[in-house]
């Protein structure tokens, strides 16, 4: 069973740069297929799919945030990252790392594991 588990700084100022980590237990990063986003959901607002490394190492992110937006892993540790800049207020959210073999990678509908979801709120 795939476990994934977010972790970050919880608060952040506006402009700042966000690092978020998911580490992943229980399978590999690396296995055949699979794919892992980041999905974030906004006080009072869906879910909204930032982003995703794929098992080969490809990424792909949302045309809205991608001028922003960093995923990249590490094989070793078996962990993937994010990293967006220039935060703002708005960017406050639950951001969760999830995994699986979506049929539309965008689509939120289509990972079958998720972490918990780490809080980042963007306050001064």
């Known amino acids: 069973q795939v476990q994934l588990q977010e972790s970050g700084p919880g608060l952040v100022k506006p402009s700042q740069t966000l690092s978020l980590t998911c580490t992943v237990s229980?399978?590999?990063?690396?296995?055949?297929?699979?794919?892992w986003s980041w999905i974030r959901q906004s006080p009072g607002k869906g879910l909204e799919w930032m982003g995703v490394?794929?098992?080969?190492?490809?990424?792909y992110y949302s045309p809205s945030l991608k001028s922003r937006t960093s995923i990249s892993r590490d094989s070793d540790k078996n962990t993937v990252y994010l990293q967006m800049n220039s935060l703002k207020p708005e960017d406050t959210a639950l951001y969760y790392c999830?995994?699986?073999?979506?049929?539309?990678?965008?689509?939120?509908?289509?990972?079958?594991?998720w972490g918990q979801g780490t809080q980042v709120t963007v306050s001064s």
């Open positions: 229980g399978g590999s990063i690396t296995t055949n297929y699979y794919a």
């Open positions: 490394i794929r098992y080969d190492g490809s990424t």
């Open positions: 999830a995994a699986g073999r979506p049929q539309d990678i965008s689509s939120s509908d289509y990972y079958a594991y």
